[in-house]
């Protein structure tokens, strides 16, 4: 069966130190494997996209990093603060450009982050 | 920065009863989705929407549930007769990674 997995339920870290967060799938062939932020109440934040082909994408203090053979992808806040304190959703999107099922979502389960000061 | 907006933000309604729930995605999106999240549960995908029309839809969207585009702007979520287990956070989403606030339904 499909499943998509983030590793830790909580992460607790303190200000300055990088987090970094796992998302692992099984079962999927993703074409783009996406993460967001999800603060309570709110919606999902988009944060960055990585396609199958790229192994590597960086925003600011953010870092993804996308393991095809692994099935994995890594989520790094480098240089964290109280105010990235927040759950972060990966999902993936198996569908190609254009096709019936472009921009379908499959959402993890989330990793609520908590940065302390 | 363009924005999807989302209304009500919160919704109580009577269990059986229809709702009608509101979404004006950004203007110049061709694909618009249905999202819900029940509390404390993963973000779960319902329908997507693409040139007027249903392109695809997820086992939990039953005949209970309808989209529209009515106007050309707005996006609207129809459940029909509500059930106890359709409370949750209904989130709409424009383009592929726009999503709404939300509107949270609970059902009495």
């Known amino acids: 069966s499909q499943k998509i997995e983030q590793n830790s339920e909580a992460l607790n870290i303190q200000e300055g130190k990088t987090a970094t967060l796992t998302c692992n799938y099984t079962n999927y062939s993703p074409a783009y494997l996406q993460w967001y932020r999800q603060d309570p109440g709110r919606g999902p934040v988009f944060l960055l996209l990585i396609r199958e082909n790229e192994k590597e994408k960086r925003k600011e203090r953010l870092k993804v990093t996308f393991d095809t053979t692994l099935k994995q992808s890594l989520f790094h806040i480098t240089a964290s603060q109280p105010a990235d304190s927040a759950t972060y959703l990966c999902a993936l999107d198996i569908a190609k450009s254009g096709g019936t099922s472009y921009g379908k979502l499959t959402f993890g389960q989330g990793t609520i982050l908590t940065v302390h000061p | 920065e363009p924005e999807v907006t989302q209304t009500p933000s919160h919704q109580v309604t009577q269990m059986g009863q229809e709702v009608i729930l509101r979404c004006v995605p950004i203007s110049n999106h061709l694909y618009f989705y249905w999202y819900r999240q029940i509390l404390g549960q993963k973000v779960e995908f319902l329908v997507s929407?693409?040139?007027?029309?249903?392109?695809?839809k997820s086992e939990i969207f039953d005949d209970q549930f309808s989209v529209e585009r009515p106007d050309g702007s707005n996006f609207t979520l129809k459940i029909r007769s509500t059930k106890l287990e359709d409370s949750a956070m209904y989130f709409c989403?424009?383009?592929?990674?726009?999503f709404g606030p939300g509107t949270r339904l609970t059902v009495l």
């Open positions: 929407f693409y040139n007027n029309e249903i392109s695809e």
């Open positions: 989403a424009s383009g592929a990674q726009y």
